[in-house]
């Protein structure tokens, strides 16, 4: 089974499916502005701190954060987002308001 990172790997292109990539490089491939990336980012971290011990032996915050960062990504893509909608709704909005302000100019 694919991990969400190897998904968004091979859905992105990246020649290696294991291949990390920085929420810089996710946002230059998505077209997802950083700032909601580090919104779930935030949140991936805030939700390490509740999750139970046996998670955290396996792993840190910060790949839990870049985990949930992932999945929301290629779940997203996928249409199978369940988590984090109101971020979704926002990128969407944001989205439609660029596009306007360039069809503006």
């Known amino acids: 089974m694919l991990t969400n990172k190897?998904?968004?790997n091979i859905i992105y292109k990246n020649k290696?499916?294991?291949q990390p990539n920085s929420k810089e490089d996710?946002?230059?491939l998505t077209k997802i502005d950083i700032k909601f990336l580090n919104?779930?980012?935030d949140r991936g971290l805030k939700a390490?701190?509740?999750t139970t011990k046996d998670i955290k032996k396996k792993v840190n915050a910060n790949a839990y954060a870049?985990?949930?960062?992932?999945?929301?990504?290629v779940k997203r893509?996928?249409?199978t987002l369940s988590f984090d909608l109101d971020i979704s709704s926002d990128i969407r909005k944001y989205k439609?308001?660029?596009k306007q302000q360039k069809e503006n100019k």
Do not use: C, H, T
Not at 66 to 73: D, E, H, N, S
């Open 66 to 73: 870049f985990g949930r960062l992932y999945a929301f990504v």
């Open 39 to 41: 919104e779930i980012f």
């Open 26 to 28: 996710i946002s230059r």
């Open 16 to 18: 290696d499916k294991n």
């Open 6 to 8: 190897q998904k968004f």
């Open 77 to 79: 893509k996928e249409g």
């Open 96 to 98: 439609k308001q660029q």
């Open 48 to 50: 390490y701190e509740n």
